[in-house]
Nanobody, 119 residues
């Protein structure tokens, strides 16, 4: 089991920014495609963003494109999600995920961190 620990969630207002972090002690962290998902109350879990093993080629859901930025620091074994211009519809539990095999096979999930955007 790969350990992923998210942090940085909280309560903010519309238009504010927040940065989520996901740290892992795994020595194989640099081998993983990393991503973020989120789940709002009463809704299905949805893809937010992903980035390749080397921290290149970020990919975003249309709903966050232009507002969120994913980055990966293999030296620190951490992936980040910078969230700007937050909206109430961004309110959700955000999960860090790791794909060790490619093809969006997110086998490993963190415990989640709550982000609440107040109108």
């Amino acid at each position: 089991q790969v350990q992923l620990v998210e942090s940085g969630g909280g309560l903010v207002q519309v238009g504010d920014s927040l940065r989520l972090s996901c740290a892992s002690p795994e020595r194989t962290f640099s081998n993983y495609i990393m991503g973020w998902f989120r789940q709002a109350p009463g809704k299905d879990r949805e893809f937010v963003a992903s980035i390749n093993k080397r921290g290149e080629y970020p990919y975003y859901a249309d709903s966050v494109k232009g507002r969120f930025t994913i980055s990966k620091d293999n030296a620190k074994r951490t992936v980040y999600l910078q969230m700007n211009s937050l909206k109430p519809e961004d309110t959700a539990v955000y999960y860090c995920v790791a794909d060790p095999v490619g093809g969006a096979t997110y086998l490993y999930w963190g415990q989640g961190t709550q982000v609440t955007v107040s109108p």
